[in-house]
């Protein structure tokens, strides 16, 4: 009924967050990655703000998916109290149970995801920095 509202309260979070965050990073790193047959190429490491924007995406991208969702199945009206579980006490506390636990599980699914694609972008980087000292040490 209204689990894309936690969705959408972790995205604004995040999206604030990013924001600080952006203005008090440095330049980001370049790194030589090579590619094989003698071949190499510059890249620059993406900074965590980058990293986080990912998340960002992720978050938005569903809760807007799941708010259309619920629009579509006649859950939010665009007159008050917009949530029609708002507007009878059980069906609110239902719904605030739905919040609870399938809106906080959709998000630690995603933001357990961004954690996997952040862990995968980490190595590759440290894999290139590896490569890049070893290529200066000869």
Do not use: Y
């Amino acid at each position: 009924m209204a689990c894309f509202l936690v969705a959408a309260t972790e995205a604004a979070v995040t999206t604030i967050v990013t924001s600080v965050i952006e203005k008090k990073e440095k330049k980001s790193e370049e790194l030589h990655v090579n590619l094989g047959h003698g071949t190499t190429e510059n890249v620059t490491a993406v900074p965590f703000s980058g990293k986080l924007k990912w998340l960002r995406n992720m978050l938005w991208g569903g809760s807007a998916l799941l708010a259309f969702e619920h629009v579509w199945h006649g859950e939010v009206t665009p007159f008050f109290p917009f949530l029609t579980a708002a507007g009878n006490p059980a069906d609110a506390a239902e719904m605030l149970h739905e919040m609870a636990t399938v809106g906080v599980g959709m998000c630690a699914m995603v933001t357990a995801a961004w954690l996997g694609m952040v862990a995968v972008s980490s190595v590759i980087e440290k894999r290139a920095q590896k490569e890049e000292a070893a290529a200066e040490a000869k």
